[in-house]
């Protein structure tokens, strides 16, 4: 059996269902993100694990034990707050020991586990100060202390990246999952950050208005996204809504503007969807190629390493074509009379 | 500018100490009656005051009574903070509304309210009716000056100490007690020198062996001026000082550190 398993979990309030039938079961030691917009329950959903929000139906199953019935302190599930929720009345130290004393951890081991947390996330020095007097990303580490020092079965993460700078965020989230995996204890980590999901997490559990919309790996879900939401939320995509077609035995996407695609699609699939190419599979001929489409660049934005541009196809579509910038090869401009093409294998079919 | 703003802070601060100055001088004073400056040094004032039965009783039963009453006060004022200060309580402006009124009220409004009501249930003139006539009217203080603290509590503490296996026990007070204590402290010195201060309704509500230091005083001045009230005065204002200071530093300064 899985080491968490969350079996049919519903929250209503009132009228309006905030998490519905959501299934997983999350192996020891991996890192889960459950990833999606503002108010797609994530953060209730992990309320419901740490046992602040009791499910209106459905069990939390930790280690072979249910623990639905459990109130939070008996729980052994450790919780790093988004805005860290460190007692300000208290000293790193006493910060740590809080959950020990809780746990009537004798002083001697106390000392020991208190001096071995300190030096995980090297804080050692900072031991005797109060929270206020720590940067952003220190506080961040004493909540992490603080939970890691009572060797909790499940590490519960609520946007905790989300009060840092940009810099400091992306240091952490290599720092969480070094420890994370050091210590080879299992994470349910919830960010609405799609970036931070693909580089930190095992597996990707996306949410959309309370339900599972997809659960994978993060290519899995960048390259075979099942919905449009998915392929939306994760990365970008270009949109064609048509539908397949059969034309003189080969199968084709045709869409509304009349724009013709050929499709990489499953011998079933025909009928009504959407065709979805990520922009950075898309390549830039010359506007008279054949099976090239023609169009013009509107815009051009800069990315950094890559561009992006929006062209104006012949037939009416705007696609987003990113390019990564190459050595002694020029930027194109705006009003750049372009060909577009890209292959059949980078289509994604998406049934309506 | 600068100097007449001075000015005006200098008179309002003459105004405000001025009284305060002049009991003080007057309790020293060797005259029958109170007159400043006074004449010569003596003690005898405080040595009358503390040697007159009555007085040294009605200031033990005002100690009795405002301790009582300021614990009753603290412990339902806290509780009701709490509770007004999260969210998701029914009628909360209503109960916060209800819990206030009492200093809402005329004194003597109320004072006349609880002697009928008490009259029926048999409370007048006993320490239980004061008692409860005193809580009423100082919880509000509690209540007011505890809702700011508690208001400013950030409720993701209690979520994190519970997640630490805290009991409810000892997350409130290892966690929210600790927290919100500057504005219980306050709100009970404030309370304990309104319960100690109150006339009006005690005046109708105690009976001949109840009265307070406050009604003492009442009665004294009526028939006698000499400077035995400047001592007792004098007495309090040191009292005050030695209570409120050390609380009010303590407690009250380190919010704005």
Redesign the interface.
Known sequence: MAYLALRNLSKVYGTATVVKDFDLSVEAGEFVALLGPSGCGKTTTLRMI???VAPTKGEIWIKDTNVTPL???RR????V?Q?Y?????MTVRANIE??LK??HVEAAPMNKSVGSVLELVGLTPYAERYPRELSGGQQQRVALA??LA?KPDLLLFDEPLSNLDAKLRVQMREEIRRLQRELGVTALFVTHDQEEAMTMADRIVLLERGRIAQVGTAEEIYDHPRTRFVAGFIGTANFFEGSIVSVAGRKVFRCKSGLEIEAHAESSDFGAGTIAVRPEKIEFVSPDATHAQPGVIRQATQLGATMEYAVDLKLGDRVIVQEQKRPRVALRRSGEQVGLTWQAADTIFLRN | MKGAFRLVNGVILLYLLAPIVVVIATAFGTSAYPIFPPQGFTLKWFVHFWSTPELRDSLRISAMLSLTSTTLATIIGTGSALALARHGIRGKSAISTMLLSPILFPAIVLALALLVAFQRIGLAQTFTGLVAAHTLVITPFVVRLAMASAAEFDPSLEEAAQNLGASWQRTFFRITLPLILPGILAGAVFAFIMSFDELVVTLLLAGPALQTLPIRIFNYVQYSSDPTISAISTCLIVAWLAIGIPVYTRFLSVRHS
Do not use: C, D, W
């Not at chain 1, 052994?76 to 919780?79: I, M």
């Not at chain 1, 929720?85 to 009345?89: D, G, K, V």
């Open positions: 740490a046992g602040f109130p939070p302190h052994n599930v450790g919780l707050f805005n929720a460190l007692f300000p009345h809080f959950g809780s746990h603080r939970v009572l």
